[in-house]
């Protein structure tokens, strides 16, 4: 079975820290993203990458950055971190298979984070 | 620009009730991949199933099934004799295959024994 395993699953911090929140994959996955889940707007991407030491930004990267120096792992950033990035955050991974990127994502448990 | 529409927010029903979760997509793309994930409240979202836009023929799974219609671009799913372990949060997902997942923004299933 796959595992995608995020390093926290409650994070407390404070306005202005810099927030850095891990996630890890035993599939030898190519494809990793995270998305961030907020009550009425359901899943939305932040950044994403196909490789390593490649990433794009997805629908909400204001205030983000990614770092994927090894396959497995894909870290996500919060620069300086503020109260409107309090949210629940989810890493998922997928394979390519052939020429297309059409694969299940498979989601690690989440990271709640709240920001004080 | 692709997009999911998951028009139900909440649904409520009684154990043993069936139940329909609406979706309907919208894209240009011929080839597409449609996608039903489970999010229980323990937060993680567990892949149901995969649908390729070839591919219209309904699938049944236990008390499961999908029903995928590209004359109306719908791809709904229906659960048979409902239990309170269906209790969840349903997404619908789309992609082409060359962009990332398009998530509608999910229905809040309430089973009540």
């Known amino acids: 079975d796959v595992k995608v395993t995020q390093s926290s699953r409650y994070l407390v911090k404070r306005t202005g820290e810099k927030v850095f929140l891990e996630c890890v994959q035993d599939?030898?996955?190519?494809?990793m993203f995270w998305y961030r889940q907020d009550p009425g707007l359901g899943l939305r991407l932040i950044y994403f990458s196909y490789d390593v030491k490649m990433k794009e930004k997805g629908d909400i990267p204001e205030g983000y950055s990614v770092s994927r120096e090894k396959k497995e792992r894909f870290s996500l950033i919060l620069e300086s971190a503020s109260t409107n990035q309090t949210s629940m955050y989810l890493c998922?991974?997928?394979?390519?298979?052939?020429?297309?990127?059409?694969?299940?994502?498979?989601f690690g448990d989440g990271t709640r984070l709240s920001i004080l | 620009a692709q997009k999911v529409t998951q028009a139900q927010t909440e649904i409520s029903v009684v154990e043993k009730e069936d139940v329909t979760l609406d979706c309907v997509y919208e894209t240009r793309d011929t080839t597409y991949y449609l996608f039903w994930y489970k999010q229980p409240p323990s937060g993680e979202l567990v892949f149901l199933i995969r649908?390729?836009?070839?591919?219209?023929q309904n699938e049944i799974s236990g008390r499961y099934s999908w029903n995928f219609q590209k004359s109306t671009s719908s791809f709904n799913f229906t659960i048979t004799a409902s239990q309170v372990v269906d209790s969840a949060v349903y997404f619908c997902a789309l992609t082409s295959g060359n962009t990332p997942l398009v998530f509608g923004k999910g229905t809040r299933l309430s089973v009540i024994a």
């Open positions: 998922a991974s997928s394979p390519n298979m052939g020429t297309g990127r059409n694969q299940p994502q498979h």
């Open positions: 599939m030898d996955h190519e494809n």
């Open positions: 649908r390729n836009s070839f591919d219209e």
